[in-house]
């Protein structure tokens, strides 16, 4: 199943995509879109994985129930992101993002589109590389703002046109951006709380071919992601 969100020219599925007025403290604190991003250091980023591991129906965890604060640490080449993950607002989406977690799902993924024009993500979660992976289930649309705004630091689901196609892939906000509402939206369940610089960095680089939609100029890949409570 196609996972990518459609180019720039030719669909707005991701330029309309993300983003939670309902979503409580966007924006990471000390951190701004209007800051310079500071020099990067990145490691090569590693081959992305041969073999895949992929699940059924089956394994996508219940939703959880509790309202207690989840954070995770996403490892990458180029520095530590953390995040926090609303477990209230996106239950079903917390803990598919957990099991995949814990599960080593992203281990040496990289984070293979950035867009730099209309709209202001980096993509990741495809342990494939290509924009079509999918760790072979999916689930529906939850905590999608209304207006459409996705503020820096947000952390958000990418999926195909379908809303059920929610599953592995994911994307960071770095720079205010309004997506379509039209279709239901794009699942947050969670914001940058440290290393937003780190993203605005890579997209300081731009993209491989210079245009607004694209691989990273700067290569980054996750190396794992680890729950912290």
Same mark, same amino acid.
């Given at each position: ?7 720039? +020219? *030719?669909? /707005? ?16 604190? #000390? ?8 020099? /990067? !250091? $990145? ?16 394994? /996508? ?17 180029? #520095? ?8 209230? &607002? ?7 993002? *957990? ?7 992203? &281990?040496?993924?990289? $984070? ?31 905590? *999608? ?10 952390? +958000? ?7 059920? !196609? ?47 939609? #694209?691989?990273? +100029? ?5 190396? !794992? ?5």
């Amino acid at each position: 199943m196609h996972r990518r969100l459609a180019p720039l +020219a *030719a669909s /707005l599925l991701l330029l309309t995509a993300c983003g939670g007025e309902s979503s409580p403290g966007l924006q990471p604190e #000390g951190e701004t879109s209007d800051a310079s991003p500071a020099p /990067l !250091s $990145c490691d090569e980023a590693p081959e992305p994985a041969a073999d895949v591991t992929t699940y059924g129906p089956q394994d /996508l965890p219940e939703p959880l129930s509790g309202t207690e604060t989840v954070t995770a640490t996403l490892e990458t080449t180029c #520095g530590e992101v953390e995040l926090e993950l609303y477990a209230e &607002q996106a239950p079903q989406t917390v803990a598919s993002f *957990a099991f995949l977690a814990e599960e080593g799902y992203w &281990q040496d993924s990289p $984070c293979h589109r950035l867009t730099t024009s209309g709209i202001f993500v980096l993509q990741c979660g495809d342990p494939t590389g290509t924009g079509q992976g999918s760790p072979g289930y999916g689930y529906g649309i939850e905590n *999608a703002p209304e207006t459409g705004m996705y503020p820096p630091g947000t952390l +958000a689901m990418a999926r195909t046109q379908d809303p059920e !196609s929610n599953g592995g892939q994911f994307f960071v906000v770095y720079d205010d951006t309004q997506l379509p509402v039209e279709g239901g939206g794009y699942s947050i369940f969670g914001r940058v709380t440290e290393g937003l610089d780190i993203v605005q960095g890579v997209a300081a680089e731009g993209t491989d071919t210079g245009g607004g939609d #694209g691989a990273p +100029a700067q290569p980054i890949s996750i190396l !794992s992601v680890t729950l912290d409570g």
